[in-house]
């Protein structure tokens, strides 16, 4: 067939062929592919590889890569990279991803640090010590013997763990503040030893003491003020501690008007939240508004009460088991086994450690002290984060 006549020809079927539905198409190539020799089956076979093998992850720009690669999850991710050199060089290139699939672990995520292999390694890291939580491997426990009588009550700061009653102090204000049976909260000099204010108002025994800077502003304080909380079986005060010492409650918070749910001694301020645990679960303040903003509602509440709680993960335990809550879907992440331990009813033979991994991990701060608490022979039982590796 002449030239002229074959793209006359060739035109003719194209139109034709636009104009058949998929399985008439489909029909259409099976009956030209049986009808094809050798040498169009081989020009067939290197057309379609060229067609349908085309690397996109190569060809595309990376921002378009990247976008891409945002979908897939972490696990899908590694596996690609073990595609070839190129895909492993786009993929451990790709920061964002690294990061978000990080942030999904409850890592917390340092924007300065554009290293996208860092971030890699970080999730590595992290899913390694999520997975050893899950399976009651991310711990250790270890024994402190010494005391020849009962600890009442264990105190953590500063990397050092002590043996002292429940209360708390402020170096700048040169001030300590205590709760008592006997109703009371009192505020001493810390320097002088001496009394300077007996606050009342509570009904029970003053079971928590906290003195906290407020990092928010409401109608009552601003950031910056010096706070006291107190708290009994029923009900948290907030008092302002300026300068003056003396001080009237800001505000009582309490979760039942007829004091039929308890409070535990498990309270938390961190300058922006109040946190308690109670009979019917975890409460949540917003200290701007003392609204209440959350109620987590635990399996069992009269015995699984919280340790600490912070802005990923939350520390509860039980008679038997120390627990790692995600917070943000309120789920056990893992729990670590606990001996027979002295458990005081005001709260205060068992603590927390280090806790700033609770508001994330960062690959840096799963190590040193995790839980500790007294036992019946004397010693103070320890639970330690195990090296991760």
């Not at 060809?59 to 070839?84: G, H, I, K, M």
């Not at 340092?110 to 290293?115: G, P, R």
């Not at 006997?182 to 009394?195: E, I, M, N, Q, Y």
């Not at 025994?205 to 906290?210: A, D």
């Amino acid at each position: 067939m002449e030239r002229t006549d074959f793209q006359r020809w060739l035109e003719s079927v194209s139109t034709t062929f636009l104009t058949l539905n998929d399985q008439q198409r489909n029909q259409s190539l099976d009956h030209i592919i049986s009808l094809s020799g050798a040498a169009q089956l081989r020009h067939l076979s290197n057309g379609l590889e060229a067609l349908l093998k085309r690397d996109f992850l190569r060809l595309l720009p990376l921002e378009l890569a990247f976008y891409l690669l945002r979908w897939l999850d972490p696990q899908t991710l590694l596996c690609c990279c073990l595609v070839s050199k190129q895909w492993n060089k786009v993929i451990n290139s790709c920061t964002e991803v690294w990061q978000n699939v990080c942030r999904e672990l409850g890592w917390r995520i340092d924007e300065s640090i554009q290293d996208a292999s860092h971030w890699k390694g970080v999730y590595l890291k992290a899913k390694l010590r999520m997975v050893q939580l899950k399976d009651q491997k991310a711990f250790e426990t270890s024994s402190l013997i010494g005391h020849s009588a009962r600890v009442y009550a264990l105190y953590y700061k500063d990397g050092l763990l002590c043996t002292v009653f429940s209360v708390d102090y402020n170096d700048e204000m040169d001030v300590l503040v205590s709760g008592s049976a006997d109703f009371t909260v009192k505020v001493w000099a810390l320097a002088a030893g001496a009394c300077l204010n007996t606050l009342t108002g509570h009904t029970e025994w003053v079971t928590k003491v906290i003195l906290q800077k407020s990092e928010v502003e409401s109608v009552v304080h601003s950031p910056g003020d010096y706070i006291l909380l107190s708290a009994d079986k029923y009900e948290i005060k907030i008092w302002p501690l300026g300068k003056e010492i003396n001080c009237k409650c800001l505000k009582t918070l309490s979760v039942s008007e007829n004091r039929s749910i308890s409070l535990q001694p498990r309270l938390q301020f961190d300058g922006r939240h109040i946190v308690c645990s109670s009979d019917i679960g975890v409460y949540q303040w917003d200290f701007a508004s003392f609204e209440i903003l959350r109620v987590i509602k635990v399996q069992d509440p009269a015995n699984l009460s919280l340790l600490s709680f912070g802005e990923v993960f939350a520390l509860l335990f039980d008679n038997h088991f120390l627990y790692v809550m995600d917070l943000r879907t309120e789920s056990i992440s893992g729990r670590w086994p606990l001996p027979p331990y002295r458990k005081s009813k005001r709260g205060s033979s068992f603590l927390a450690g280090v806790t700033s991994w609770l508001n994330g991990l960062d690959g840096d701060n799963d190590s040193g002290l995790v839980f500790a608490t007294s036992m019946p022979d004397h010693s103070i039982h320890l639970v330690l984060w195990k090296e991760n590796g």
